[in-house]
């Protein structure tokens, strides 16, 4: 996957101070055309980048909320098609520029609205156009954002000492921006980007202010778990009643908590029933309990199923159904326990309890 630089506007930032207060500002060292870059040093430092990035892996319904690497889409009014979208119309014009001096303007747009942004950090600020010429005539549009790494060093080949550099960069932990985002060699979605960023980072969010992103699937989760309960609430409480407002405000903390407890307001097959919606969507979705301290890790899907949660004098119960038990790492007896019969175990619980 070779790329051929067609334009690249280098530009470094520098920030004293904190928060408001801080002093940003850029300088812009060089704009290169696409012979200028074949001889620049930025083609050893770049070159197999724009392929990495185009190359790296992405979901578009994350499995976490926060992750490093995201698809964004122009968010566009019912009615209006991309031109309405400020972000789209920036990074189309870089697409398109005809001249080293215009696709500078555009650079320079890019870098004074990243300039505005909370999360600014000194370094390298890179706005690059480049054409996949096996598969398009239309380039792609890259954005590269290097920080100062400022305990880099090198060997002095005179005096054999170890001299360090104030201002290096390395292709270590670079974010990027890749327009238009390209899900399989060959097709290209011009609705849609690619960004990638540290994960607990915001870097790109706050400069593409006109630009959403998917949901993550414990968030696609979280939003029909919460239309269960609102239909729960619609049919057994009447509409502004006190009864209706304790249980709603109880639900609210109850989605604000990391740590969510057992509720015990649904039967089981009207549980299985909203998970067979949610299966649908994504049969490999994960089911994560704790009882006690003893962690238990299976698939939604296998609720209901193979997994099986009950009750005994007050105690919970989890039940799994295997056809094999596996022990990995760590020797124990239990390696060579013949099971008691449910019942049995079913009645001696009965019995502690009673005890």
């Not at 919460?226 to 009447?238: D, L, P, S, W």
């Not at 089911?287 to 099986?308: N, P, R």
Request: contains cysteine.
């Amino acid at each position: 996957m070779d790329f051929q630089v067609q334009y690249l506007s280098f530009f470094v930032i520098q920030v004293e101070g904190k928060g408001e207060q801080a002093d940003k500002r850029y300088k812009h060292y060089q704009t290169i055309d696409e012979e200028e870059y074949e001889d620049s040093s930025l083609k050893e430092f770049l070159d197999g980048e724009f392929a990495k990035i185009v190359k790296r892996k992405v979901e578009r319904h994350p499995k976490a909320d926060e992750v490093p690497t995201k698809i964004g889409y122009f968010v566009v009014e019912e009615g209006h098609d991309l031109t309405s979208n400020p972000n789209y119309n920036l990074f189309n014009r870089a697409r398109f520029a005809e001249s080293k001096e215009a696709f500078l303007v555009e650079g320079e747009t890019f870098v004074n609205t990243y300039l505005n942004t909370s999360a600014v950090r000194g370094g390298v600020f890179l706005v690059a156009r480049a054409k996949l010429a096996r598969y398009f005539e239309e380039p792609f549009v890259f954005i590269l954002k290097c920080d100062f790494e400022p305990k880099v060093a090198s060997i002095s080949d005179e005096s054999t000492l170890i001299r360090h550099v104030e201002m290096a960069i390395t292709t270590k932990n670079m974010k990027s921006i890749q327009y238009p985002y390209m899900p399989e060699e060959g097709i290209l979605e011009e609705h849609e980007l690619k960004i990638n960023q540290s994960s607990h980072a915001r870097y790109f969010e706050d400069f593409l202010k006109y630009v959403e992103y998917a949901q993550s699937m414990p968030e696609i989760v979280k939003t029909q778990v919460m239309e269960m309960v609102r239909g729960h609430v619609e049919e057994a409480f009447e509409p502004e009643s006190e009864e209706r407002e304790q249980f709603e405000g109880a639900m609210e903390i109850w989605a604000a908590s990391e740590k969510r407890e057992l509720q015990e307001h649904f039967e089981t097959e009207q549980v299985i029933e909203a998970a067979a919606q949610i299966i649908e969507h994504t049969p490999e979705l994960e089911l994560k309990m704790k009882l006690d301290h003893v962690s238990v890790k299976g698939l939604l899907a296998d609720f209901g199923d193979t997994i099986h949660l009950a009750k005994v004098n007050g105690k919970y119960l989890l039940m799994v159904e295997a056809d094999s038990v596996i022990f990995e790492k760590g020797f124990s007896p239990i390696e060579f326990l013949r099971p008691d019969d449910v019942e049995h175990v079913l009645e001696k619980i009965r019995r502690k309890q009673g005890q």
